[in-house]
């Protein structure tokens, strides 16, 4: 089975290497990103199996990147883009909603959790 590859974006860099670390040994090709501009980026260059993306970044939130996206008609295709967020409902996470896309309360799970969570978007 190819390794799925996955972008990682998550602005603590204690979160950040815990489920970097975690979906690795899952096997998954994982890349990641530490603030809005450089998730763009990495983003608009497409071939990602998944995204999960925070929603408070340095630089663009989460949605902000989404939004952008959208408008870029350069922007290449992703499978699949989740957000990670602390909120679980608001102003955010009923945007997220509208704008079509998932939404991941991550401070509500331990990391088995978090890891069938991720490997349940690929089945």
Known sequence: MDSKRILLV???ELLQKLYSDLLI???FTVETASDGK???EKIKSGGWDLVLLDIVLPELSGLDIVKKLK???????NKKIIFLTNLDSGSDST???KLGYEYVVKSNLAP????????????
């Open 25 to 27: 040994g899952e096997q």
């Open 112 to 123: 088995d959790q978090f890891v069938n969570k991720v490997k349940s978007y690929f089945q």
């Open 10 to 12: 998550e602005d603590d």
């Open 71 to 77: 408008e870029d008609k350069d922007a290449k295709a």
């Open 38 to 40: 450089t998730a763009y």
């Open 95 to 97: 945007e997220i909603q």
